[in-house]
């Protein structure tokens, strides 16, 4: 079975080197022919994203457009340049790029259209000064694939943040005292730490829920939080404690 994986890498490699040869990107450094933006970057269009937004618009039969919602599903909402790299910091190139926080996708301004960024090969993305990390996350007793923004990367403890977006649908006037809301997109910022290459763990922003998931030095740590008045809920002080941690090991 080995020598039948390797095959298929080997062939799967030349045939990527061949298709990127035929079909060169000025984007793109000539060192790194063997990477084909065509074969890595998804098939589909920026439209798939609106489709989808469009079906839970549809729920209930409110038959809403994206001009009557508060708001959009972007985190970044225009397109900028930014630098594509594998995560051993070699560089791919720089195209624009654009983070919809409602879908969990990157958008590539690319060629004959927007397209969306595999989270299936080993990339990060530097888009409006920040990071974003392709990782495995639990959701609901699942693991998922999903874009972190990268706050601090360390061998012992890293930290990132994940972005989301939820669509709130319109709620009508339950009386005439009360107004009717519109629809609107909400925002959401999440706290992950990593120890090691283990799954990301989602903090609850409270010191002594915090202070469980580290397993060595709790003490020094409790103790560390008291002297400097840390808020852990601010997340300079949470960068602090965790630098902290880190040079301790």
């Given at each position: 079975m080995k020598s039948i994986r390797l095959i298929i890498q080997v062939f799967t490699f030349l045939y990527c080197t061949i298709l990127f040869s035929q079909n060169p990107s000025p984007a793109t450094p000539a060192r790194l022919s063997s990477f084909s933006f065509e074969g890595n970057l998804a098939a589909n269009s920026m439209m798939r994203g609106r489709d989808i937004l469009q079906e839970v618009l549809n729920i209930g039969n409110k038959n809403l457009t994206l001009e009557d919602i508060k708001g959009n599903p972007y985190l970044i909402e225009k397109f900028e340049i930014g630098l594509l790299k594998y995560t051993d910091s070699t560089e791919i190139g720089k195209l624009p790029m654009r983070y919809n926080a409602y879908n969990d996708e990157i958008e590539v301004d690319y060629q004959d259209g927007a397209k969306l960024l595999s989270k299936s090969i080993p990339?990060?993305?530097?888009?409006?000064?920040?990071?974003?990390?392709?990782?495995?996350?639990?959701?609901?007793?699942?693991?998922?694939?999903?874009?972190?923004?990268?706050?601090?990367?360390?061998?012992?403890?890293?930290?990132?943040?994940?972005?989301?977006?939820?669509?709130?649908?319109?709620e009508e006037a339950k009386t005439s005292f009360h107004k009717s809301e519109s629809p609107k997109f909400i925002e959401k910022k999440h706290y992950y730490i990593q120890f090691g290459n283990q799954t990301p763990i989602r903090l609850k922003l409270k010191k002594s829920k915090i202070l469980q998931h580290f397993k060595l030095h709790q003490k020094k740590l409790k103790e560390f939080c008291g002297e400097k008045k840390l808020d852990l809920k601010n997340e300079n002080d949470l960068i602090i404690l965790i630098n902290y941690y880190n040079s301790l090991q």
């Amino acid at each position: 079975m080995k020598s039948i994986r390797l095959i298929i890498q080997v062939f799967t490699f030349l045939y990527c080197t061949i298709l990127f040869s035929q079909n060169p990107s000025p984007a793109t450094p000539a060192r790194l022919s063997s990477f084909s933006f065509e074969g890595n970057l998804a098939a589909n269009s920026m439209m798939r994203g609106r489709d989808i937004l469009q079906e839970v618009l549809n729920i209930g039969n409110k038959n809403l457009t994206l001009e009557d919602i508060k708001g959009n599903p972007y985190l970044i909402e225009k397109f900028e340049i930014g630098l594509l790299k594998y995560t051993d910091s070699t560089e791919i190139g720089k195209l624009p790029m654009r983070y919809n926080a409602y879908n969990d996708e990157i958008e590539v301004d690319y060629q004959d259209g927007a397209k969306l960024l595999s989270k299936s090969i080993p990339i990060s993305v530097i888009v409006n000064n920040k990071e974003f990390r392709i990782l495995d996350y639990m959701d609901n007793s699942s693991t998922k694939k999903g874009f972190f923004i990268e706050k601090l990367r360390n061998t012992n403890c890293s930290l990132y943040v994940r972005y989301e977006k939820t669509l709130k649908l319109p709620e009508e006037a339950k009386t005439s005292f009360h107004k009717s809301e519109s629809p609107k997109f909400i925002e959401k910022k999440h706290y992950y730490i990593q120890f090691g290459n283990q799954t990301p763990i989602r903090l609850k922003l409270k010191k002594s829920k915090i202070l469980q998931h580290f397993k060595l030095h709790q003490k020094k740590l409790k103790e560390f939080c008291g002297e400097k008045k840390l808020d852990l809920k601010n997340e300079n002080d949470l960068i602090i404690l965790i630098n902290y941690y880190n040079s301790l090991q």
